[in-house]
């Protein structure tokens, strides 16, 4: 599996959209993008997935590059509740022998403040 | 959404004792489970996967006869960390999955183990 590249940590104010950059320039032409997110002594929480194109669901949005090579996360108007921990994941298209296997990074710390 | 729970949430045992921590879904039945082990300020490490009714596909580097995997039904899988050291204090999580997909892969609340 690809490997990513994020930033250490990331403050946002309460009520802003919080941007959380990836890098994934290695990844092949069926891997999917997978964002995680870890709250304090907690386990991880699926937030989306995508291919290539945009996704967005009640809970975030990812845009992905055309050259798929990056993504960002975008959490629209953060609460103090989004702070956690979050991991950009490169892994195996659904359906594949090796599914569902996700190899975690060191992810970005986002620290939402009032 | 699909619950996994995770029981005990917290143990503390003596070194050289083993200890069994619990996996269980919920709502829906998982023929696949993960096993993780998160050490303070770091991130997760998969430790193994579990399909249900077969032997556990451990991770290189995983002593596979210090952490017994056993996946005995479609809703429970057990992790034994046998003769557990202190230096296997750390917090065990498990994710359950009905379909295999990452995207539809169900995590615990997570097991603290401290080793004395």
């Known amino acids: 599996d690809a490997k990513t590249t994020q930033p250490t940590s990331m403050d946002c104010a309460e009520g802003r959209a919080a941007n959380l950059p990836c890098n994934h320039s290695t990844i092949s032409g069926n891997e999917y993008v997978y964002w995680y997110r870890q709250i304090h002594s907690q386990g991880p929480q699926y937030i989306i997935h995508g291919l290539k194109n945009n996704e967005t669901n009640e809970m975030a949005s990812l845009i992905i590059t055309e050259d798929r090579k990056s993504s960002t996360l975008i959490l629209p108007h953060a609460t103090l509740r989004d702070t956690a921990v979050y991991y950009c994941?490169?892994?195996?298209?659904?359906?594949?022998?090796?599914?569902?296997?996700?190899?975690f990074g060191q992810g970005t710390t986002l620290q939402v403040k009032p | 959404g699909a619950v996994v729970s995770q029981h005990p949430s917290w143990v503390i045992c003596k070194s050289g004792t083993s200890v069994k921590i619990e996996c269980r879904s919920l709502d829906f039945q998982a023929t696949t489970m993960f096993w993780y082990r998160q050490f303070p300020k770091q991130s997760l490490m998969l430790m193994a996967t579990?399909?249900?009714?077969?032997?556990?596909?451990?991770e290189q580097g995983v002593e596979k006869d210090k952490f017994l995997i056993n996946h005995a039904s479609l809703t429970l899988s057990t992790l034994t960390v046998t003769s557990a050291h202190p230096e296997d204090s750390s917090f065990y999580i498990c994710?359950?999955?009905?379909?295999?997909?990452?995207?539809?892969?169900?995590f615990g609340p997570g097991t603290r183990l401290t080793v004395l």
């Open positions: 579990s399909n249900e009714g077969s032997k556990a596909t451990y």
């Open positions: 994941i490169v892994g195996s298209y659904p359906g594949s022998s090796n599914t569902g296997k996700l190899i």
């Open positions: 994710s359950a999955s009905n379909s295999g997909r990452a995207d539809t892969q169900y």
